[in-house]
């Protein structure tokens, strides 16, 4: 199988960025439904007590039954400066914080209306920096039978199950002498820790999925 169908995520785990490395194509689902308890508007980071969830906050709230492209962001509470200076607080002195610093910053700053949006924008700065090799796109309608040469990992990564996967790459993270290593966290953790060698590690692993 050669192309993969998959959500768009916010800084998506470790596992979900490792699958796109292993296809030729990727398509992004445009057409679901906004799906509550995802990782389609939270993350996971590595603090030196233990795990930090950060979330998007939505207009209507995470309740909401609506399409995915109509899922507006609520800036009622200063979400981003928060997200911010915890991802400041976590990795300030990992050895490549600096190196992506002015780049994410710019998408801190950025006020995007939609959801949608903003993954996009997250997904192309991953691409960027991870020179994932796969070609993307986005769906043109929501498919129910993804056809016979497409893998489905649609919700493959969801907050109740991420910590389960096996395969995960192995690193030396920032409080690891503290909490131990965290598994499948936002791909920022392999980044601020590894830098641009987390290519090389992602294209070598080839995960079970």
């Known amino acids: 199988m050669s192309n993969l169908v998959i959500e768009y995520q916010y800084f998506g785990s470790i596992n979900y960025i490792n699958t796109l490395f292993q296809f030729s194509n990727i398509e992004f689902e445009v057409y679901e439904s906004f799906q509550k308890m995802s990782f389609r508007n939270r993350m ?3 603090g030196s007590n233990g795990l930090v969830t950060l979330s998007v906050p939505l207009e209507k709230g995470r309740d909401q039954k609506q399409p995915i492209r ?14 911010w200076r915890t991802i400041e607080s976590c990795y300030n002195r990992s050895p490549f914080y600096e190196f992506y610093r002015d780049g994410l910053e710019r998408i801190f700053s950025s006020r995007p209306v939609y959801l949608l949006d903003l993954n996009r924008d997250v997904q192309q700065w991953l691409w960027k920096v991870l020179k994932v090799p796969a070609g993307f796109s986005e769906t043109s309608s929501y498919q129910t039978q993804i056809l016979e040469n497409s893998f489905d990992a649609r919700n493959r990564w969801m907050p109740k199950n991420f910590r389960s996967d096996h395969g995960s790459i192995r690193y030396r993270q920032v409080f690891e002498d503290r909490i131990g290593f965290q598994p499948n966290l936002s791909i920022l953790d392999l980044l601020f820790c590894m830098g641009p060698s987390a290519h090389s590690l992602l294209k070598g692993n080839v995960l079970s999925i």
């Open 44 to 46: 996971v980071l590595a």
């Open 70 to 83: 109509d899922v507006r962001i609520s800036y009622s509470l200063p979400w981003q400066q928060q997200h």
